[in-house]
């Protein structure tokens, strides 16, 4: 069915595009209006799409739109088509709606910055990026948007571009993601050498027929796996760079450099969810290769617990949000790499809210702190910024998964659903397990990092800060808390339309997993017995993370945390220190492409192309010009010698008999006709021809004919010689030719 | 005597004349030598003349024959204005041109 999903996307970009052209000139109100109004209209298409347009298609690949054919070359063709079924709905209606409220939080956070209208074009730009990503019907589509968000991403985190720091936090996340990107490239090359199409629906048809992706690739080798494998591990290496995973991890907590509301935007509510999406849109794919899923699901489960790990001791507001935001898309990656699509969509549904809305509080408690985001000096804010206090009350219990608000849900679903995954065969089996291990460890480091930020910033009676600072905290405008009121209702609320209801009897109550059925797959079944129990647990961990967090930071610093850091300093460093990973890649890979790229300079640069090329070529032309100017040399003599040599060559060659520079000898059976005339036209002198047909001395034709023909008496291999004359100057020439006659 | 004789008499006096111009460091030697260019020829165009039993040869060679004196008239006038710029006649050190 089609429907004009163009519109979702276009909308946000001619926003941009008409911010970027005239929005300098415009009052701030009218830029607000562009931007918002922008992202609201895309909204309110993407509403309508989905709950309207979208139930009748659901089951026939959801509503579509061809905008025109983008490439056509032999048998790839690339349509730029966009196709909304509940997933990329899910994920549209995400990013509007989140977008939207942070287009209108942004309208007071950057209110005194001079570059408003670049923040909105932007911003708007990237919702586009987004939307396209989401929205794209075909890998070529959808990478698009992957590197349009890419760039947004690299444009927001440099926004405040004047100090280098910010500069080099944009430069590393787009370099990492380049990374990233070059697998995502390599996976679509091999899916479109083995499926021939780069359209969702067909390689989703494909791999359902398994057959060409399930050809092995490097037999033989210990690369040996199926091509399915490849193609999802290099997919998903460009999800690892998009969505902030292990070993691509770096670049995200670097990305706080940017405004806040980017922050809650691109780097926690949408782009970095675009990994998690591109898995479960080609879940058909990850569905043919357990290997593949158990990797994804691994690095995933990892990059939570260390995540998480991490941010147990960051000092930066948002640096802590940040390795949360790492930790958590772990989560969502290791639901899809657990097979459980549902649910890591549904986390990334609840976390676009809890998260948006957390970052959304750091910047208002930043605001009122004169931009500072350093949590030692925070403290007792519950009372001085009571909305704040609340909403971040809220997205706290929240993301810890305390019951009954939407982490909790979320979470649960994950974690119950590695320990029931059945995706894994032979050999794979403890990854289900120890995945959820690892998750239930991660989700109580989740609470304890969570817990220690909301105590150390809201709770206590004094303010760790200067008088100054003190002086001048102060609640957010009206415009930043209202958006944070409603993604506070989100984050409370919104477990509730991905309800577990097979465990309460009633499956129609998931409402999610009832959407997104006709393009996941039916929901994962666990067995009630594993739900519940995992569900317990989970709580205990939550609340004993909290609890563990209240002994240590309850009212700020407390004896026992001071006690754990004199006791092991230099464990509490490296995690301070983010495990040196930044170090460490500096010293394995930056370092030594640094030293490669010197090299390279100095061989290809330096020597190469300067003192080769360069003045090579320089000293070629100097040589030419010293042997030049040695005729030049003003000698009357020397000129004269040169035109004696000159009219001695005319003489030489004007005197040659006239000949073709290769014989044309036609062969038809035993006889042979051979042409030895110059060019086409006939000699315009008259010479001697001699033609020895058996090279024996003895010519069989002679005469003043340039061509002559002969019969030889048995088939072999001759050679032909013709003896060419010119009688008035008795000059010859002679040549030969290869003759095989059969 | 066959015409060969002359056309070889006359290629060699066009050598020796050549040999001059191009080795002779002295300007009035060279122009001898080229003096001796032009009756090489001459000395051909007449061999030619008289084998073909046409009179243009020897029509062209008193062409030639004024050219010669009007080129020796020419290149002797260039000789003293050298002479009188540079105080020399010697063609090493006439390399003016070279500016």
């Known amino acids: ?742 | 005597m066959p015409t060969t004789y002359y056309i070889v008499l006359s290629f060699v006096l066009f050598l020796i004349g050549t040999a001059g111009v191009l080795v002779r460091r002295n300007a009035l030697i060279a122009l001898m030598g080229i003096e001796l260019q032009l009756n090489g020829g001459n000395l051909a165009m007449l061999a030619f003349s008289r084998e073909l039993g046409d009179l243009k040869g020897h029509v062209f060679a008193f062409f030639i024959i004024a050219l010669a004196a009007a080129e020796a008239a020419v290149g002797l006038a260039i000789l003293v204005a050298l002479f009188r710029g540079r105080q020399t006649v010697n063609l090493d050190e006439a390399t003016l041109l070279k500016r």
């Not at chain 1, 579509?64 to 054919?69: E, K, R």
């Not at chain 1, 995400?94 to 408003?116: N, V, W």
């Not at chain 1, 105590?455 to 905290?473: N, Q, Y």
């Not at chain 1, 006939?682 to 024996?696: C, G």
């Open chain 1, 1 to 742: 069915m089609t429907f004009n999903l163009r519109l979702i996307p276009l909308l946000p970009f001619l926003g941009a595009a008409i911010l970027m052209l005239f929005g300098r000139k415009w009052k701030r109100d009218t830029v607000l209006l562009v931007a918002a109004g922008a992202i609201a209209g895309s909204c309110l298409v993407a509403v309508d799409a989905f709950f309207t347009a979208l139930p009748a298609a659901a089951s026939k690949g959801g509503l579509h739109d061809v905008v025109g054919t983008w490439m056509a070359a032999g048998s790839l063709k690339i349509d730029l088509a966009l196709r909304l079924d509940a997933l990329s709905g899910l994920l549209c209606l995400i990013i509007t709606f989140i977008g939207f409220l942070i287009h209108i939080y942004s309208s007071g956070y950057m209110e005194h910055d001079p570059d408003y209208p670049r923040f909105f074009a932007y911003l708007n730009l990237f919702c586009g990026a987004m939307l396209v990503l989401v929205l794209g019907d075909s890998l070529p589509v959808m990478f698009i948007g992957w590197e349009g968000v890419g760039l947004c991403s690299y444009l927001l985190i440099g926004f405040w571009y004047s100090s280098s720091a910010n500069a080099d936090a944009g430069k590393k996340a787009f370099i990492t993601n380049r990374i990233g990107d070059l697998g995502f490239l390599i996976g679509m090359f091999l899916l479109y050498q083995f499926t021939g199409s780069l359209n969702i629906p067909e390689i989703t048809a494909a791999a359902s027929g398994g057959g060409a992706l399930m050809q092995t690739l490097f037999p033989g080798t210990i690369f040996a796996a199926p091509v399915a494998f490849w193609a999802a591990l290099f997919l998903f290496i460009g999800a690892t760079g998009k969505s902030a995973q292990i070993p691509l991890y770096v670049w995200l907590p670097d990305a706080m450099a940017g405004p806040t509301p980017v922050s809650a935007l691109i780097h926690a509510a949408t782009m970095v969810t675009a990994g998690v999406y591109m898995v479960a849109r080609m879940h058909a794919l990850y569905l043919l290769t357990p290997g593949a899923m158990a990797i994804v699901a691994c690095v995933g489960a990892l990059t939570a617990l260390f995540a998480a790990i991490i941010g147990f001791a960051q000092n930066d507001f948002k640096k802590v949000l940040a390795y949360s935001t790492i930790s958590q898309l772990g989560f969502m990656f290791a639901g899809v790499g657990t097979a459980n699509f549902g649910a890591g969509v549904f986390h990334l549904f609840t976390h676009a809210f809890f998260k948006a809305g957390l970052f959304l509080c750091a910047g208002s408690v930043m605001h009122a702190m004169g931009g500072s985001g350093d949590i030692t000096i925070m403290g007792g804010l519950r009372k001085k910024l009571p909305f704040t206090h609340g909403v971040f009350l809220v997205c706290w219990l929240a993301i810890c998964g305390v019951p009954f608000f939407s982490g909790f849900f979320s979470k649960d679903s994950i974690i119950s659903g590695a320990f029931g995954t059945e995706i894994f065969g032979e050999g794979l089996l403890w990854v289900g397990k120890a995945v959820g291990v690892v998750l239930m460890l991660a989700a109580l480091g989740t609470a304890f990092y969570m817990s220690r930020l909301y105590f150390l910033v809201f709770t206590g009676s004094e303010t760790r800060a200067s008088d100054e600072i003190k002086h001048h905290i102060h609640e957010s405008p009206g415009a930043m808390v209202g958006p944070l009121v409603v993604l506070a209702v989100g984050a409370a609320l919104g477990g509730f339309i991905g309800l577990p209801g097979g465990l309460l009897d009633h499956p129609e109550w998931n409402l999610l997993a009832d959407r997104l059925a006709p393009v996941l797959g039916p929901e994962m079944e666990v067995s009630r017995s594993i739900e519940l129990g995992f569900m317990v647990a989970s709580v205990v961990l939550a609340l004993g993370g909290i609890g563990l967090a209240y002994l240590f930071y309850g009212g700020g610093y407390r004896e026992p945390s001071r006690k754990f850091a004199a006791a092991a300093p230099r464990f509490v460093r490296l995690v301070q220190d983010k495990f040196r990973i930044d170090e460490l890649y500096g010293l394995l890979i930056i370092r030594p492409i640094k030293r490669l790229a010197k090299g390279v300079f100095f061989v290809v640069d330096r020597i190469l192309i300067d003192k080769i090329l360069v003045e090579g070529s320089g000293a070629i032309v100097g040589v030419l010009a010293r042997m030049a100017r040695a005729v030049q040399g003003g000698d009357v003599q020397r000129y004269m010698a040169v035109f004696a040599i000159g009219a001695a060559g005319i003489v030489y060659l004007a005197t040659r008999p006239s000949v073709p520079d290769v014989l044309k000898v036609t062969v038809s059976g035993l006889s042979v006709d051979v042409d030895a005339r110059r060019g086409s036209k006939p000699a315009s002198r008259v010479q001697d021809y001699s033609f020895d047909f058996d090279d024996d001395g003895k010519p069989e034709v002679t005469g003043a004919a340039p061509a002559a023909h002969h019969a030889y008496p048995r088939a072999g291999t001759y050679t032909v010689r013709v003896q060419v004359k010119d009688p008035n100057w008795g000059t010859s020439t002679s040549l030969k030719q290869k003759v095989e006659v059969r």
